[in-house]
Protein backbone atom coordinates (compact mmCIF):
# COMPACT_ATOMS: atom_id res chain seq x y z
CA UNK A 1 0.00 0.00 0.00
CA UNK A 2 2.33 2.17 0.78
CA UNK A 3 4.38 1.76 -2.42
CA UNK A 4 1.58 2.16 -4.45
CA UNK A 5 1.60 5.62 -2.48
CA UNK A 6 4.93 6.65 -3.25
CA UNK A 7 4.34 6.06 -7.06
CA UNK A 8 1.12 8.00 -7.10
CA UNK A 9 3.13 10.88 -5.93
CA UNK A 10 5.58 10.75 -7.79
CA UNK A 11 3.28 10.61 -10.80
CA UNK A 12 1.79 13.71 -9.60
CA UNK A 13 5.51 15.29 -9.45
CA UNK A 14 5.82 14.37 -13.04
CA UNK A 15 3.07 15.55 -14.45
CA UNK A 16 3.00 18.92 -12.45
CA UNK A 17 6.74 19.08 -13.98
CA UNK A 18 5.01 18.58 -17.33
CA UNK A 19 2.33 21.41 -17.07
CA UNK A 20 5.04 23.84 -16.02
CA UNK A 21 7.06 23.04 -19.07
CA UNK A 22 3.82 23.20 -21.37
CA UNK A 23 3.31 26.70 -19.53
CA UNK A 24 3.75 28.99 -22.68
CA UNK A 25 1.60 31.12 -24.83
CA UNK A 26 0.24 29.77 -28.03
CA UNK A 27 1.79 33.04 -30.01
CA UNK A 28 5.38 31.73 -28.32
CA UNK A 29 4.41 27.88 -29.86
CA UNK A 30 3.22 29.28 -33.36
CA UNK A 31 6.71 30.88 -33.03
CA UNK A 32 8.73 27.84 -32.13
CA UNK A 33 7.01 25.47 -34.70
CA UNK A 34 7.93 28.23 -37.31
CA UNK A 35 11.32 27.93 -36.34
CA UNK A 36 11.80 24.35 -36.55
CA UNK A 37 10.64 24.09 -39.74
CA UNK A 38 13.35 26.83 -40.84
CA UNK A 39 15.83 24.86 -38.68
CA UNK A 40 15.03 21.76 -41.18
CA UNK A 41 15.41 23.66 -44.65
CA UNK A 42 15.19 27.10 -46.23
CA UNK A 43 11.25 28.58 -46.52
CA UNK A 44 10.50 31.00 -48.43
CA UNK A 45 9.23 33.85 -46.92
CA UNK A 46 5.87 35.71 -49.13
CA UNK A 47 4.76 39.01 -48.62
CA UNK A 48 2.07 40.65 -50.01
CA UNK A 49 1.24 44.23 -50.01
CA UNK A 50 -3.06 45.20 -51.22
CA UNK A 51 -2.73 48.35 -52.48
CA UNK A 52 -5.86 49.39 -53.42
CA UNK A 53 -7.21 46.47 -55.10
CA UNK A 54 -3.40 45.38 -56.55
CA UNK A 55 -1.05 42.62 -55.21
CA UNK A 56 2.35 43.38 -55.25
CA UNK A 57 4.69 40.19 -54.29
CA UNK A 58 8.07 40.22 -52.51
CA UNK A 59 10.28 37.23 -52.36
CA UNK A 60 12.91 36.94 -49.74
CA UNK A 61 15.24 33.96 -49.25
CA UNK A 62 16.18 33.83 -45.34
CA UNK A 63 19.26 31.83 -42.92
CA UNK A 64 17.80 28.96 -40.69
CA UNK A 65 17.26 30.24 -37.12
CA UNK A 66 18.38 28.03 -34.31
CA UNK A 67 14.60 27.54 -32.75
CA UNK A 68 16.08 27.50 -29.22
CA UNK A 69 17.72 31.00 -29.79
CA UNK A 70 15.29 32.44 -26.36
CA UNK A 71 16.37 35.53 -26.62
CA UNK A 72 15.68 36.14 -30.76
CA UNK A 73 12.31 34.48 -29.90
CA UNK A 74 11.07 36.68 -27.43
CA UNK A 75 12.56 39.51 -29.62
CA UNK A 76 10.15 38.32 -32.09
CA UNK A 77 7.16 37.76 -30.21
CA UNK A 78 7.40 41.21 -28.50
CA UNK A 79 7.30 42.97 -32.27
CA UNK A 80 4.64 40.45 -33.55
CA UNK A 81 2.61 41.79 -30.29
CA UNK A 82 3.33 45.76 -31.05
CA UNK A 83 1.88 45.35 -34.77
CA UNK A 84 -1.35 44.62 -34.37
CA UNK A 85 -2.72 45.73 -37.68
CA UNK A 86 -0.56 43.01 -39.37
CA UNK A 87 -2.37 39.67 -39.20
CA UNK A 88 0.96 36.11 -39.22
CA UNK A 89 -0.79 33.19 -40.39
CA UNK A 90 0.43 29.69 -42.10
CA UNK A 91 -0.96 28.16 -45.52
CA UNK A 92 -0.83 25.05 -46.78
CA UNK A 93 2.83 25.67 -48.47
CA UNK A 94 4.34 26.45 -45.76
CA UNK A 95 4.41 30.23 -46.78
CA UNK A 96 4.57 33.04 -44.39
CA UNK A 97 1.69 35.28 -45.69
CA UNK A 98 1.71 39.19 -43.85
CA UNK A 99 -0.98 41.29 -44.88
CA UNK A 100 -0.49 44.81 -44.80
CA UNK A 101 -3.49 47.53 -44.37
CA UNK A 102 -3.46 49.92 -47.23
CA UNK A 103 -2.85 52.68 -44.35
CA UNK A 104 -0.17 54.02 -45.71
CA UNK A 105 -1.18 54.37 -49.51
CA UNK A 106 -4.44 56.30 -48.86
CA UNK A 107 -2.39 58.57 -46.75
CA UNK A 108 -0.02 59.17 -50.34
CA UNK A 109 -3.60 59.83 -51.85
CA UNK A 110 -4.58 62.40 -49.33
CA UNK A 111 -1.06 64.39 -50.11
CA UNK A 112 -1.73 64.53 -53.81
CA UNK A 113 -4.97 65.75 -53.37
CA UNK A 114 -3.72 68.40 -50.93
CA UNK A 115 -0.81 69.36 -53.41
CA UNK A 116 -3.54 69.27 -55.90
CA UNK A 117 -5.49 71.60 -53.84
CA UNK A 118 -2.68 73.80 -52.83
CA UNK A 119 -1.58 74.59 -56.46
CA UNK A 120 -5.31 75.47 -57.19
CA UNK A 121 -5.55 77.89 -54.70
CA UNK A 122 -2.47 79.27 -55.71
CA UNK A 123 -3.38 79.52 -59.63
CA UNK A 124 -6.49 81.02 -58.00
CA UNK A 125 -5.04 83.80 -56.37
CA UNK A 126 -2.66 84.46 -58.77
CA UNK A 127 -5.77 85.20 -61.52
CA UNK A 128 -7.39 87.15 -58.68
CA UNK A 129 -4.46 89.03 -58.01
CA UNK A 130 -3.65 90.22 -61.27
CA UNK A 131 -6.71 90.87 -62.88
CA UNK A 132 -9.07 92.69 -60.07
CA UNK A 133 -8.36 95.71 -61.94
CA UNK A 134 -10.66 98.87 -63.30
CA UNK A 135 -10.27 99.64 -66.97
CA UNK A 136 -11.13 102.73 -68.54
CA UNK A 137 -10.91 103.92 -72.19
CA UNK A 138 -11.48 107.35 -74.12
CA UNK A 139 -12.41 106.49 -77.96
CA UNK A 140 -12.54 108.09 -80.89
CA UNK A 141 -14.42 106.70 -84.01
CA UNK A 142 -14.84 107.63 -87.53
CA UNK A 143 -17.95 106.04 -88.46
CA UNK A 144 -19.96 106.93 -91.24
CA UNK A 145 -23.74 106.00 -92.10
CA UNK A 146 -25.76 104.27 -94.14
CA UNK A 147 -29.06 102.41 -94.04
CA UNK A 148 -33.03 103.82 -94.49
CA UNK A 149 -35.46 105.59 -92.39
CA UNK A 150 -39.02 105.81 -92.91
CA UNK A 151 -41.23 107.46 -90.17
CA UNK A 152 -45.16 107.94 -89.98
CA UNK A 153 -48.10 108.43 -87.73
CA UNK A 154 -48.92 104.70 -87.76
CA UNK A 155 -48.83 101.27 -89.61
CA UNK A 156 -51.18 102.27 -92.43
CA UNK A 157 -49.40 106.10 -93.09
CA UNK A 158 -46.58 104.29 -93.54
CA UNK A 159 -48.24 101.75 -95.97
CA UNK A 160 -50.06 104.77 -97.69
CA UNK A 161 -46.80 106.74 -98.09
CA UNK A 162 -44.41 104.23 -99.64
CA UNK A 163 -41.39 104.53 -101.04
CA UNK A 164 -41.52 108.18 -101.08
CA UNK A 165 -41.58 107.64 -97.25
CA UNK A 166 -38.19 106.02 -97.46
CA UNK A 167 -35.15 108.09 -96.90
CA UNK A 168 -31.94 106.32 -97.81
CA UNK A 169 -29.29 107.71 -95.73
CA UNK A 170 -26.58 107.31 -98.23
CA UNK A 171 -27.66 108.40 -101.68
CA UNK A 172 -31.23 111.17 -100.57
CA UNK A 173 -29.23 112.29 -97.97
CA UNK A 174 -25.69 114.63 -97.53
CA UNK A 175 -24.82 112.87 -94.08
CA UNK A 176 -21.01 112.24 -94.00
CA UNK A 177 -18.73 110.53 -91.85
CA UNK A 178 -18.39 111.75 -88.13
CA UNK A 179 -15.89 111.82 -85.41
CA UNK A 180 -17.67 110.34 -82.17
CA UNK A 181 -16.55 110.24 -79.30
CA UNK A 182 -17.44 107.63 -76.66
CA UNK A 183 -15.97 105.75 -73.78
CA UNK A 184 -15.99 102.27 -72.15
CA UNK A 185 -15.12 101.27 -67.88
CA UNK A 186 -14.90 97.63 -66.75
CA UNK A 187 -14.39 95.89 -63.79
CA UNK A 188 -13.40 92.72 -63.58
CA UNK A 189 -13.94 90.87 -60.05
CA UNK A 190 -10.98 89.18 -59.33
CA UNK A 191 -11.44 85.81 -61.63
CA UNK A 192 -13.25 85.09 -64.53
CA UNK A 193 -16.32 87.19 -64.38
CA UNK A 194 -16.17 91.00 -65.20
CA UNK A 195 -18.76 93.85 -65.95
CA UNK A 196 -18.84 96.82 -68.74
CA UNK A 197 -20.88 100.29 -69.58
CA UNK A 198 -20.13 101.16 -73.00
CA UNK A 199 -20.81 105.10 -74.42
CA UNK A 200 -20.91 106.30 -77.32
CA UNK A 201 -22.89 109.53 -78.88
CA UNK A 202 -23.29 109.82 -82.74
CA UNK A 203 -24.52 113.38 -84.13
CA UNK A 204 -24.92 113.55 -88.07
CA UNK A 205 -26.79 116.21 -89.75
CA UNK A 206 -27.29 116.91 -93.45
CA UNK A 207 -29.95 117.99 -96.15
CA UNK A 208 -31.59 116.20 -98.74
CA UNK A 209 -30.38 115.89 -102.19
CA UNK A 210 -31.33 118.47 -104.82
CA UNK A 211 -34.69 116.81 -106.59
CA UNK A 212 -34.89 114.37 -103.91
CA UNK A 213 -38.78 114.12 -102.55
CA UNK A 214 -39.34 112.69 -99.13
CA UNK A 215 -42.58 112.66 -97.10
CA UNK A 216 -42.24 112.62 -93.11
CA UNK A 217 -44.90 112.26 -90.68
CA UNK A 218 -47.50 113.27 -93.19
CA UNK A 219 -45.20 116.55 -94.14
CA UNK A 220 -43.31 116.41 -97.69
CA UNK A 221 -39.83 117.85 -97.67
CA UNK A 222 -37.65 118.79 -100.83
CA UNK A 223 -40.17 119.98 -103.33
CA UNK A 224 -39.89 123.71 -101.90
CA UNK A 225 -36.48 124.23 -101.35
CA UNK A 226 -33.85 123.43 -98.81
CA UNK A 227 -34.91 120.62 -96.23
CA UNK A 228 -32.53 120.07 -92.72
CA UNK A 229 -32.18 115.99 -91.57
CA UNK A 230 -30.90 115.42 -88.76
CA UNK A 231 -29.72 112.00 -87.09
CA UNK A 232 -29.14 112.13 -83.06
CA UNK A 233 -28.40 108.55 -81.32
CA UNK A 234 -26.83 107.91 -78.02
CA UNK A 235 -25.93 104.73 -77.60
CA UNK A 236 -25.22 102.84 -73.73
CA UNK A 237 -24.18 99.55 -73.44
CA UNK A 238 -23.85 97.47 -70.38
CA UNK A 239 -22.85 93.69 -70.55
CA UNK A 240 -21.50 90.98 -68.41
CA UNK A 241 -18.37 88.77 -69.39
CA UNK A 242 -17.49 85.38 -68.54
CA UNK A 243 -14.47 83.70 -68.95
CA UNK A 244 -14.87 80.51 -69.81
CA UNK A 245 -11.23 79.72 -70.87
CA UNK A 246 -8.93 81.74 -69.40
CA UNK A 247 -5.07 81.52 -69.59
CA UNK A 248 -2.57 83.11 -67.04
CA UNK A 249 0.81 83.02 -67.54
CA UNK A 250 3.11 82.66 -63.69
CA UNK A 251 3.56 86.32 -64.11
CA UNK A 252 0.12 86.59 -63.76
CA UNK A 253 -0.44 88.11 -67.08
CA UNK A 254 -3.17 87.26 -68.44
CA UNK A 255 -2.36 85.69 -72.08
CA UNK A 256 -5.00 84.91 -73.91
CA UNK A 257 -9.16 84.18 -73.34
CA UNK A 258 -12.30 82.85 -74.60
CA UNK A 259 -15.54 84.72 -72.90
CA UNK A 260 -19.32 84.19 -73.28
CA UNK A 261 -21.06 87.60 -73.20
CA UNK A 262 -25.07 88.65 -72.13
CA UNK A 263 -26.06 92.36 -72.16
CA UNK A 264 -28.49 95.17 -73.86
CA UNK A 265 -28.00 98.01 -75.76
CA UNK A 266 -30.23 101.14 -75.59
CA UNK A 267 -30.32 103.38 -77.78
CA UNK A 268 -31.85 106.56 -77.58
CA UNK A 269 -32.87 107.44 -81.39
CA UNK A 270 -33.59 110.98 -82.62
CA UNK A 271 -34.91 112.13 -86.45
CA UNK A 272 -35.63 115.76 -87.55
CA UNK A 273 -37.16 117.27 -90.21
CA UNK A 274 -36.82 121.16 -90.80
CA UNK A 275 -37.50 123.31 -93.99
CA UNK A 276 -40.15 124.43 -96.35
CA UNK A 277 -42.56 121.59 -96.40
CA UNK A 278 -46.52 120.66 -98.10
CA UNK A 279 -48.74 118.24 -96.35
CA UNK A 280 -48.96 115.07 -97.69
CA UNK A 281 -52.73 113.63 -99.09
CA UNK A 282 -54.27 117.71 -99.21
CA UNK A 283 -54.06 118.11 -102.74
CA UNK A 284 -51.94 121.00 -102.63
CA UNK A 285 -49.02 119.02 -104.68
CA UNK A 286 -45.39 120.50 -104.86
CA UNK A 287 -46.42 123.85 -106.74
CA UNK A 288 -49.03 124.95 -103.58
CA UNK A 289 -47.52 127.40 -101.34
CA UNK A 290 -45.17 125.23 -98.74
CA UNK A 291 -45.34 126.48 -95.14
CA UNK A 292 -41.78 125.91 -92.80
CA UNK A 293 -42.27 123.01 -90.36
CA UNK A 294 -40.12 121.50 -87.74
CA UNK A 295 -40.76 117.23 -87.05
CA UNK A 296 -38.93 114.79 -85.10
CA UNK A 297 -39.25 111.52 -84.15
CA UNK A 298 -38.19 110.12 -80.75
CA UNK A 299 -37.22 106.29 -80.08
CA UNK A 300 -36.13 105.03 -76.98
CA UNK A 301 -35.04 100.93 -78.34
CA UNK A 302 -33.36 98.73 -76.02
CA UNK A 303 -32.27 95.70 -78.09
CA UNK A 304 -30.77 92.98 -75.93
CA UNK A 305 -27.97 90.22 -76.75
CA UNK A 306 -25.45 88.05 -76.07
CA UNK A 307 -22.32 87.81 -77.90
CA UNK A 308 -18.76 85.76 -77.49
CA UNK A 309 -15.50 87.31 -76.92
CA UNK A 310 -11.83 86.39 -77.47
CA UNK A 311 -8.24 87.87 -77.20
CA UNK A 312 -4.51 86.78 -77.59
CA UNK A 313 -0.89 87.90 -76.96
CA UNK A 314 1.00 87.95 -79.70
CA UNK A 315 3.93 89.62 -78.66
CA UNK A 316 4.93 90.98 -74.97
CA UNK A 317 3.55 94.37 -76.14
CA UNK A 318 1.10 93.38 -78.67
CA UNK A 319 -2.61 92.03 -77.95
CA UNK A 320 -5.08 90.81 -81.07
CA UNK A 321 -8.96 90.88 -79.59
CA UNK A 322 -12.41 90.43 -80.79
CA UNK A 323 -15.94 90.15 -80.22
CA UNK A 324 -19.47 89.73 -81.99
CA UNK A 325 -22.50 90.60 -80.39
CA UNK A 326 -26.14 89.32 -81.78
CA UNK A 327 -29.74 89.02 -81.24
CA UNK A 328 -32.93 88.75 -83.09
CA UNK A 329 -36.69 89.48 -81.68
CA UNK A 330 -39.82 89.25 -83.04
CA UNK A 331 -42.97 90.83 -82.61
CA UNK A 332 -42.21 92.46 -78.92
CA UNK A 333 -44.15 95.39 -77.81
CA UNK A 334 -44.80 95.70 -81.86
CA UNK A 335 -41.81 95.79 -82.76
CA UNK A 336 -39.13 93.81 -84.99
CA UNK A 337 -35.59 94.31 -83.86
CA UNK A 338 -32.43 92.88 -84.69
CA UNK A 339 -29.03 93.87 -83.11
CA UNK A 340 -25.68 93.37 -84.19
CA UNK A 341 -22.42 94.86 -83.10
CA UNK A 342 -18.75 93.66 -84.26
CA UNK A 343 -15.28 94.87 -83.56
CA UNK A 344 -11.79 93.24 -84.11
CA UNK A 345 -8.31 95.68 -82.00
CA UNK A 346 -4.81 95.60 -81.72
CA UNK A 347 -3.87 97.14 -78.50
CA UNK A 348 0.15 98.39 -77.59
CA UNK A 349 1.12 98.70 -74.36
CA UNK A 350 2.81 101.84 -73.85
CA UNK A 351 3.87 101.03 -70.35
CA UNK A 352 4.01 98.65 -67.33
CA UNK A 353 4.22 100.17 -63.36
CA UNK A 354 4.65 97.39 -60.72
CA UNK A 355 2.62 95.05 -63.02
CA UNK A 356 -0.59 96.40 -62.27
CA UNK A 357 -1.15 99.46 -64.11
CA UNK A 358 -0.97 99.32 -67.43
CA UNK A 359 -1.41 101.88 -69.90
CA UNK A 360 -2.83 100.77 -74.40
CA UNK A 361 -3.51 102.21 -77.11
CA UNK A 362 -5.82 100.41 -79.04
CA UNK A 363 -6.54 100.95 -83.05
CA UNK A 364 -9.72 99.01 -83.95
CA UNK A 365 -12.80 98.81 -86.27
CA UNK A 366 -15.96 98.57 -85.76
CA UNK A 367 -19.61 98.17 -87.28
CA UNK A 368 -22.83 98.30 -85.16
CA UNK A 369 -26.11 98.06 -86.67
CA UNK A 370 -29.73 98.12 -86.05
CA UNK A 371 -33.08 96.92 -88.01
CA UNK A 372 -36.20 97.99 -86.25
CA UNK A 373 -39.69 97.70 -87.93
CA UNK A 374 -43.21 98.52 -86.18
CA UNK A 375 -46.09 101.31 -85.00
CA UNK A 376 -45.20 103.39 -88.03
CA UNK A 377 -41.66 103.21 -88.42
CA UNK A 378 -38.92 101.17 -90.69
CA UNK A 379 -35.75 102.24 -89.66
CA UNK A 380 -32.39 100.76 -90.51
CA UNK A 381 -29.52 101.85 -89.26
CA UNK A 382 -25.74 100.67 -90.02
CA UNK A 383 -22.10 102.88 -88.29
CA UNK A 384 -18.91 101.56 -89.10
CA UNK A 385 -15.67 102.75 -89.57
CA UNK A 386 -12.42 103.05 -87.84
CA UNK A 387 -11.58 103.92 -84.09
CA UNK A 388 -8.52 104.55 -81.76
CA UNK A 389 -8.64 104.31 -77.97
CA UNK A 390 -6.11 105.32 -75.16
CA UNK A 391 -7.03 102.63 -72.17
CA UNK A 392 -5.62 102.70 -68.55
CA UNK A 393 -5.45 99.99 -66.73
CA UNK A 394 -5.36 100.14 -62.81
Known amino acids: MLKKLIAIAFLLVIANQGVSYAEVTPLQQKVRSIFTQIKNNQQEEKTVYHQEGTVVDKVQYIEAVPANDEQDTNNIVAAD ?11 ESNEIVVTTPKTNYVKDDDEKDDAKTAAEAYSKDRTAKINKKWSIEALGWNTELTGHVAVADNENLLAQAGANARIDLENDTS ?5 VPGFKLAYNNGGRSSVEF ?27 GTANFEINNTMFDLL ?9 EESG ?3 SYVAGLLGVKASKMEFTFDGQATIAGAGAGPAAPAQQYH ?6 IPVPYIGVEAGTYLSDNLYLKGYIRYLKLNNVKDYDAEHADYDISLSYKLSNKDGNQDIFFDVGYRQISYDVEGDGKDVELKYKGPYFGLEFQF
Open 295 to 300: EDENET
Open 175 to 179: LDKKK
Open 240 to 248: WKYRFSHNV
Open 81 to 91: QEQEDEEVYEN
Open 198 to 224: NYAKIDQDGNLNVGIQREFKGKIYGAA
Open 253 to 255: REK
